[in-house]
């Protein structure tokens, strides 16, 4: 198959790398992949350009692919009024079979284009949204009008879906979200990071992998370490990450509740990621961040660490129901409950660490994940058109 993927964004964000392992596994499944984005606006290593090249997948810039149109932000059309003008002809000349999009903008520039053109190839939805697809208007429009198929990656999406759209159950499908398992981090000696964070020999070390924003909950965790403090004397939480509201998110609740010699900020991490999540004793996670299907839990579990998730989105599912991890409404108390346990229970934590490499290996796999999407993508090809 020839498939078009357009992605109306050029940065380098949550959704982007699973995306693009996708495509890569397709493509070396024989399916000619183009992936079309936009292009920064300015010099950065931080964009989908810089990386597209590992990926061995055509790539494609002579759209614009703005960001999505806003009341107050105009600047985009003249973009949007370029690509529909030579996106149609595109399609055509190159002779896709599919249209995958993944964010609005790109799905009614897909939507339109794909209607206008001659071989008019179904127009495929990834949904990649935290909380599935907001029933708004414009979503709406696009679900009905210009969508031949959607794929998401939980059942609580699906019913979501099923719920707030009555799209057609034989045009969905659920895969499971996957990493690239081959990656020679998952397999490789880790270096011990806790002298570079200078956590004592006996810390007990609780970690959590997050764009701190004011919604990620972080202040629950950071108060659960404060109920902690006279049980736990060894327990260290490590936040591994950054934002432009950490101030508020994190900096303020550790002052709050008194805790700066017991959460250490270990910033953003590129080269010793792996080292500092392999450095930790379990992992909690409490809200996806853009990227529903919460790539950094599912590292965590595929290097063996014992995790504590949220009641919340697809995070049950992704810890197998309980099976692979402990899941907890996640009150301070609650999480301060659970990260006792896990500490005062070495066997249950290594018991628990071990279940969840074991079902990051079986479920988080980018082979069985392509073959889905491929299958999918074959059921789409034999139905009719929506819309």
Known sequence: ??????????????????????????????????????????????????????????????????????????????????????????????????????????????????????????????????????????????????????????????????????????????????????????????????????????????????RFQKYRGTDRLIEAVHLLRDSLPTLRLLLVGRSGEIKESVEAPIRKFHVEDRVILAGYRMDDYFDTLASLDCFVFLTPGSDGTARALREAMALGLPVIVAKRGMLPELVGAGKAGLIVEDTPENLAGAISRLAKNPEERASLGQEAKDFALRIFRLDQQARVVESFYQKILTLHKRG
């Open 1 to 210: 198959m020839k498939i078009l993927n357009l992605y109306s964004d050029w940065k380098w964000t949550g959704p982007i790398e699973p995306v693009l392992n996708l495509m890569k596994t397709l493509a070396s499944h024989g399916h000619e992949i183009t992936f079309a984005y936009g292009m920064p606006p300015y010099d950065t290593d931080r964009c989908i350009h810089a990386y597209i090249d590992r990926y061995r997948v055509r790539a494609e810039t002579r759209f614009r692919l703005s960001h999505v149109l806003k009341w107050n932000n105009w600047s985009a059309i003249p973009g949007t009024v370029h690509d529909l003008r030579y996106l149609p002809a595109y399609i055509d000349s190159q002779g896709f079979d599919i249209i995958q999009v993944h964010r609005s903008h790109d799905h009614l520039l897909g939507g339109v284009a794909s209607r206008i053109s001659h071989s008019k190839p179904p127009v495929i939805r990834m949904d990649h949204k935290r909380d599935s697809l907001r029933p708004s208007f414009s979503n709406r429009f696009l679900l009905s009008r210009f969508t031949d198929g959607l794929i998401t990656f939980s059942q609580r999406s699906l019913a979501l879906l099923r719920e707030r759209f009555g799209f057609p159950l034989n045009r969905m499908v659920i895969t499971n979200p996957a990493l690239d398992l081959n990656l020679p981090d998952f397999h490789r000696p880790y270096k011990d990071m806790r002298p570079v964070f200078g956590l004592p020999e006996d810390a007990f070390v609780v970690g959590n992998v997050a």
